[in-house]
């Protein structure tokens, strides 16, 4: 009897912007790259007396995309992305940590 085949882990990539690195599979990695050629950096900074947040143009945008493997991963196991008509996302399991994604927001002086 022959074993059953073990399902094929997609492959990873690390996408770094400036000094944000993430973890995704390779597909959408390509997708995020190709969507931010021509991208500008800009800082934000709010202005209270307007009540807006205003963008100052800055120069160049630091991207980059690395291949990686599920052995280069520590802290976490990986499981293969569960498909859905809707979404589709990388899970990392964790014994004793949750993963939370979030953003701030300005603290006005």
């Given amino acids: 009897m022959n074993a059953p085949a073990a399902k094929a882990q997609p492959q990873l990539a690390i996408v770094n912007i400036g000094y944000t690195h993430v973890l995704l599979p390779m597909t959408k990695a390509i997708k995020i790259i190709e969507a931010l050629q021509g991208a500008v950096r800009v800082d934000q900074d709010y202005d209270s007396d307007k009540g807006v947040f205003i963008y100052d143009l800055r120069e160049g945008l630091e991207a980059e995309l690395k291949m990686v493997n599920p052995g280069q991963i520590r802290g976490g196991t990986i499981t293969p992305p569960k498909r ?26």
């Fill in 84 to 109: 859905s008509r809707s979404t589709q996302q990388l899970q990392l399991g964790r014994s004793t940590q949750q993963l939370q994604l979030g953003h701030t927001t300005p603290e006005v002086l």
